[in-house]
């Protein structure tokens, strides 16, 4: 049976004048995997998720991302995936119940199906007693999981999430790749960019990125074979010095 690819990016380029953001990477992440896109920060990996959620036009170069051209369909790209930003998931002056209800309306959910998808994740994340609280008043650990919970309102064929456990403590990232992992395992692609090496034992498969370029691209277990390394930051730090 041949595998399903998510997303299929081919030499895609950014440019900004003379600087090359992003050069000429190349890559497959297949249907319900949890892809890890890696990199310190600056690598280029944020500027190449725009191009693939349709913010941003590439310079050059070709993708598809659930089935959809990102050059000629990025709008059909936008709403057949959910996207948690590095900095901006939720409006602070917002309870969480009236975030989840807006970005409902905006995923295109009739009044039921956010209702229902309200009561759920009140449910599931044990959400009760702060569900009538703004989302300022929240540890960012809450806000994260509220934020990518809301990513998922509308059952999205790939959800993309930029440095999703950036500032959070140790307990609250295992919290958060539990929560990755359920939903890999009901089918959705999850694509995670990190610069937290020890993350990417978590992913299925595995690019690392160094000033615009993609080094390295394979299962965790192969390029720690490949590398001779012991763990994957030991990886990084071979390729990061070339």
Known sequence: M???????????????????AVNTISFKVKKGEIFGFLGANGAGKTTAMKMLIGISTPTSGEATVAGFNVNTQP???????????????????????ENITFFGG???????????????????????????ELVSSLPLGWKQKIAFSVALLHNPKIVFLDEPTGGVDPITRRQFWEMIYKTANQGT??????????????????????????????????????????????????????
């Open 2 to 20: 041949k595998e399903e690819t998510a997303i299929h990016v081919k030499n895609l380029t950014k440019k900004f004048g003379a600087f090359t």
């Open 75 to 97: 709008e059909s790209i936008k709403k057949n995936i959910g996207y948690m930003s590095q900095k901006f998931a939720l409006y602070d002056d917002l309870t969480v119940k």
């Open 106 to 132: 905006i995923y295109g959910l009739t009044r039921k199906q956010i209702k229902d998808k309200r009561s759920q994740l009140v449910e599931e994340l044990g959400l009760q007693k702060i569900v009538n």
């Open 189 to 242: 692609t999850v694509f995670v960019t990190t610069h937290y090496m020890d993350e990417a034992e978590y992913c299925d498969s595995v690019s690392i990125m160094v000033n615009g370029k993609i080094e390295a691209l394979d299962t965790p277990k192969k390029l720690k074979e490949q590398f001779k390394a012991s763990t994957m930051n030991d990886v990084f730090l071979k390729l990061a010095r070339g």
